[in-house]
C-alpha cells in the first residue's frame, strides 16, 4: 500500500500548505477522496470550506466548478439543458457545472429542495440524466458540499437521501491562536492557494483508487462496523438509524484510512476514528431528545464507547 500512502501523503502536504493547522481534517478529506465518495463540510463562513477544496483540486490536477446555491436556482442550472441550435436545426446539450471532476457546492443548503435533488443522482450513479439522454460524469468525480450550520434565515435543511449520499461530514472550526497568526502571514502579498502546484496526477489517483479494494478487512472488523450502525438504531435518543449505506461508508473510508497509513489491513482504530464522521449525519435525533439539545455526534460517540472492540484471530490466506 505504499503507492496509496504515498499519494495521500503528497497531496495532504501539499494542501497544508494553504490550509494551516487542520491535517486531521485534510486527511478526512483525502480519505474520502480516495473512497471515492462526498463531503459535506459543515462550518460557520471564513474558515477556509472552499479554499480546501479548490487547494485539493489543483493539488490533483482535476477539474474543478464551483456553484453557489441560492434559492432561485434552478436544477438546470446544475446539471446542463438542451438547447436548439438553429445551424443545425438539432437540440445540442450544453453541460452544468456539476459536470467537472472536482465541484464545489457553497452553501447547499440554501437551494430549494428540488434544487438540492438535481445531485442526487450524480452523487450516487455517477451520471447525470437530461431530456431522457444519460450523460456519465469524468473520474475521479468528488463533491465538496458547505453549509452554515448556524444560519437557518432562507435556508432549506438538507433531506435524508441527500445526507445519505455523502461519505464522510467533517468540521473545520477555528484554528489556533499560531496558526491563524501564520494564515495572516502566508496572504500578506499572495493568496497560496495560486502557488499551489500539482503534485499527484489523476492516474495516480484512480490507480490508488482501485488498489484500495485490495485492503484487507476481517471478518471481525465487519461484524463490529454493522454492530456500531445497528446501535444507532436501537438507541433511545434516535428516531432514525443510519442505513446500510452508512455501514459501507465506514467500511471503505476504513480501507482509505488504512492504505493511507500504509497498511493493507484495517484495524478497529481506523473504524473509531471514521466512525463520528460518517455516521453522526446518517443518524435523525428524536423530538424529544431534541429538546434537550441531544446531539448526533455525541450520541454516535457513546456508541463507540459501549461497544466492545473485536480482538485478533490469526489470518489466513
Same mark, same amino acid.
Given at each position: 500500500m505504499k503507492e496509496v500512502q504515498t499519494v495521500a501523503q503528497r497531496i495532504i502536504t501539499n494542501v497544508e500548505k494553504v490550509i494551516i493547522g487542520k491535517r486531521h481534517e485534510i486527511q478526512l478529506t483525502v480519505n474520502g477522496l480516495l473512497a471515492q465518495g462526498h463531503i459535506l463540510i459543515e462550518d460557520v463562513p471564513g474558515v477556509g470550506k472552499t479554499v480546501l477544496a479548490k =487547494? +485539493?483540486?489543483?493539488?490533483?490536477?482535476?477539474?474543478?466548478? &464551483?456553484?453557489q446555491f441560492t434559492p432561485d436556482m434552478l436544477p438546470s442550472d446544475i446539471t446542463g439543458i438542451s438547447m436548439f441550435n438553429q445551424k443545425t436545426r438539432e437540440f445540442e446539450f450544453r453541460p452544468g457545472p456539476v459536470h467537472a471532476q472536482i465541484v464545489v457546492t457553497d452553501e447547499i443548503n440554501r437551494a430549494t429542495p428540488k434544487t438540492q435533488a438535481a445531485l442526487l443522482e450524480a452523487m450516487e450513479e455517477r451520471q447525470v440524466t437530461v431530456d431522457g439522454t444519460?450523460?456519465?460524469?469524468?473520474?475521479?468525480?468528488?463533491?465538496?458540499?458547505?453549509?452554515?450550520?448556524i444560519e437557518y434565515e432562507?435556508?432549506?435543511?438538507?433531506?435524508?437521501?441527500q445526507?445519505?449520499?455523502?461519505?464522510?461530514?467533517? =468540521? +473545520?472550526?477555528?484554528?489556533?491562536?499560531?496558526?491563524?497568526? &501564520?494564515v495572516l502571514d502566508s496572504q500578506q502579498f499572495?493568496?497560496?492557494?495560486?502557488?499551489?502546484?500539482?503534485?499527484?496526477?489523476?492516474?495516480?489517483?484512480?490507480?490508488?483508487?482501485?488498489?484500495?479494494?485490495?485492503?484487507?478487512?476481517?471478518?471481525?472488523?465487519?461484524?463490529y462496523i454493522v454492530e456500531l450502525v445497528r446501535q444507532t438504531r436501537r438507541h433511545p435518543d434516535v428516531y432514525l438509524g443510519a442505513s446500510p449505506r452508512g455501514s459501507l461508508a465506514l467500511y471503505k473510508s476504513g480501507q482509505a484510512r488504512a492504505a493511507s497509513m500504509g497498511r493493507d489491513y484495517v484495524i478497529p482504530d481506523d473504524v473509531k476514528?471514521?466512525?463520528?464522521?460518517?455516521?453522526a449525519h446518517r443518524v435523525i435525533i428524536g423530538p424529544a431528545a431534541r429538546i434537550k439539545d441531544v446531539d448526533s455526534r455525541a450520541v454516535v460517540q457513546e456508541i463507540i464507547n459501549s461497544v466492545p472492540v473485536p480482538g485478533a484471530q490469526a489470518r489466513t490466506r
Open positions: =487547494s +485539493l483540486a489543483r493539488s490533483i490536477g482535476c477539474s474543478f466548478k &464551483r456553484i444519460t450523460y456519465p460524469m469524468d473520474r475521479p468525480f468528488l463533491v465538496l458540499a458547505t453549509q452554515n450550520p432562507g435556508t432549506f435543511p438538507l433531506p435524508e437521501a445526507l445519505d449520499r455523502f461519505l464522510l461530514r467533517i =468540521s +473545520l472550526g477555528y484554528p489556533e491562536k499560531e496558526d491563524e497568526v &501564520r499572495q493568496h497560496p492557494v495560486d502557488q499551489l502546484e500539482q503534485v499527484v496526477s489523476v492516474d495516480e489517483l484512480l490507480a490508488a483508487q482501485e488498489k484500495l479494494k485490495e485492503v484487507f478487512v476481517d471478518p471481525l472488523i465487519k461484524s476514528a471514521l466512525a463520528v464522521s460518517a455516521l
